[in-house]
């Protein structure tokens, strides 16, 4: 029977018995309902962001905060004077960050929203560029930090000041306080601390590092500033470790940035940066835009951004509090050492950081203490035909002959998750015994999931990714 009507079944529609365009520009259009199948089906093939151990970021949020973040869909976070709700919105967010950090004045000091850690730690690292020109520096700038995430790489390439990684010396995976001031000259315009390393998600000691800095100046007159790259642990340690002194309880720390979209709890898309105190942003910085028939300071490097992130994580404040912050990083924090007791109990692992809150983020990573047969890279892979995405990967310069894994546990992974993720693991620790790879994987072999913590290997003759 020939069908005069046309199909009427989604798949029968024309769009969909054909490939989707792939190439150049298309030059027809499809209806909505095909376009959506066609972009929809095609993402099936993404993994599961609540089984990928890999990534740092939110992957559950409420119904609520999905609600908001569609409400705010075409609200311009640059447009203050539009709308200025918003914008009143990300100024109390600012200010509530700066008192969870202890900045002296949280009601004066400067902060922004950002669209992460990425760009908050580039406009930290533009104040003490520029604090360091004010102060009479000439020649090409430099920081000192330890084993950095790859955005520090970046800001460091994109805006031409020299990076100076301290290589990890003997047990100590995190940057060791006393190899500082050799790496410290006129011409330092900071140091970087990172609390919540990407590798290993050990805290580094930031008092540590900022009385190694107090002491040089008595030695030297050299005052170098602190920045704190917090994106993991800046809304972590203030609930769960808070007599852990890392913020601006310390006088050097001059800004701190944070990724919201981490253990922030916002959707992804929103981080955060703050100075200790007003006069520790440069008013070249600052540009000001119409606000409420005033005007408003804004230091960002974009200029147009969604309003959603800042909004939706006003709401997670309000929402959650101090009681219900600790509360739901506590929880995170009791899986990861859930993990961490499985995982030890199969007695192949050594465990680097068990998800202890007073040495680092809610985390876990691990080393073979033996060989099995297999190496990690097998066993990430192996994991992966059951949909979990734990990273592999090698230990930063001078430790990087050695291969770790790390999983980050986040809102909304539970016990029961892990219990599942454990008994995979043994599945897959059993197969990788009775069927070994005939070689084993490479890094290389291992693929592009590694995330963020081999972008961050500190090379600086490969591009960073
Ligand atoms: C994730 C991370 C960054 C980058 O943050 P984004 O929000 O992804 O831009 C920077 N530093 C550290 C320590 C991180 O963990």
């Known amino acids: 029977m020939p069908d005069t009507e046309g199909p009427d079944d989604l798949f029968a529609l024309p769009g969909l018995s054909r490939t989707a365009p792939k190439r150049g520009f298309p030059e027809h259009e499809l209806v909505p309902q095909v376009a959506y199948e066609i972009v929809h089906d095609e993402l099936m093939l993404d993994g599961v962001s609540r089984t ?15 609600r908001l973040m569609a409400e705010s869909l075409d609200k311009n976070i640059v447009d203050k004077d539009e709308y200025p709700q918003t914008a009143e919105l990300e100024r109390r967010a600012v200010r509530m960050v700066a008192d969870l950090w202890r900045a ?35 020649g090409t700038p ?16 994109y805006f031409d000041v020299e990076i100076r990684q301290i290589p990890l010396r003997g047990d100590r995976l995190t940057m060791h306080p006393d190899d500082i001031a050799a790496h410290c000259d006129d011409n330092t315009i900071m140091v970087v601390a990172t609390f919540g390393q990407t590798f290993t998600g050990l805290y580094e000691d930031v008092a540590a590092i900022s009385a190694a800095l107090d002491k040089l100046q008595e030695t030297t007159d050299l005052d170098v500033p602190l920045h704190v790259d917090a994106a993991s642990g800046g809304f972590l340690a203030p609930f769960t470790a808070p007599d852990l002194i890392w913020d601006f309880r310390l006088a050097r720390v001059k800004s701190i940035n944070a990724s919201g979209h981490k253990t922030g709890l916002a959707p992804l898309g929103s981080g955060w940066a703050i100075w200790r105190e007003a006069s520790d942003l440069p008013e070249e910085l600052i540009f000001n835009v119409d606000y409420l028939g005033g005007s408003m300071a804004t230091f960002n490097l974009n200029f147009s951004r969604p309003g959603g992130q800042a909004i939706t994580q006003y709401y997670e ?44 983020i809610a985390a876990v990573s691990w080393r073979l203490s033996e060989d099995p047969g297999f190496n990690l890279y097998d066993l990430s892979d ?3 035909t059951r949909g979990w995405l ?4 090698p230990l ?6 050695e291969t770790i894994m790390r999983a980050v546990l986040r809102h909304g992974f539970t016990i029961d998750m892990a219990d599942l993720l454990l008994a995979d ?4 620790m059993n197969q990788l015994q009775r069927r070994p790879f005939s070689t084993s994987l490479t890094r290389e072999d291992a693929g592009g999931f590694t995330h963020d913590a081999t972008a961050a290997v500190p090379t600086t003759s490969t591009p960073p990714r």
Not at 52 to 66: G, H, I, P, S, Y
Not at 107 to 114: F, I, P, Q, R
């Open 390 to 393: 734990i990273a592999a990967y």
């Open 396 to 401: 930063p310069a001078d430790r990087d002959d």
């Open 104 to 138: 002296p004045d949280p009601a004066t000091t400067h902060g922004t929203s950002t669209t992460g850690s990425s760009e908050a730690a580039m406009l930290g690292g533009l104040a003490a560029k520029f604090r360091w020109r004010k102060r009479g520096g000439t």
């Open 317 to 360: 404040f309000i929402r959650l509090g101090r009681t219900g912050y600790a509360r739901v990083q506590s929880a995170t924090y009791r899986v990861a050492q859930h993990l961490a007791a499985g995982l030890r109990g199969l007695g192949i692992f050594e465990m680097i950081h068990d998800g202890d809150p007073q040495r680092g």
């Open 52 to 66: 990928n151990l890999a990534t740092f970021c939110t992957t559950w949020v409420d119904d609520q905060a999905r």
């Open 425 to 428: 693991l043994v599945r897959c």
């Open 142 to 157: 430099n920081f000192v930090c330890g084993p950095v995430q790859v955005c520090w790489e970046k800001f460091a390439r």
């Open 382 to 384: 192996r994991l992966r």
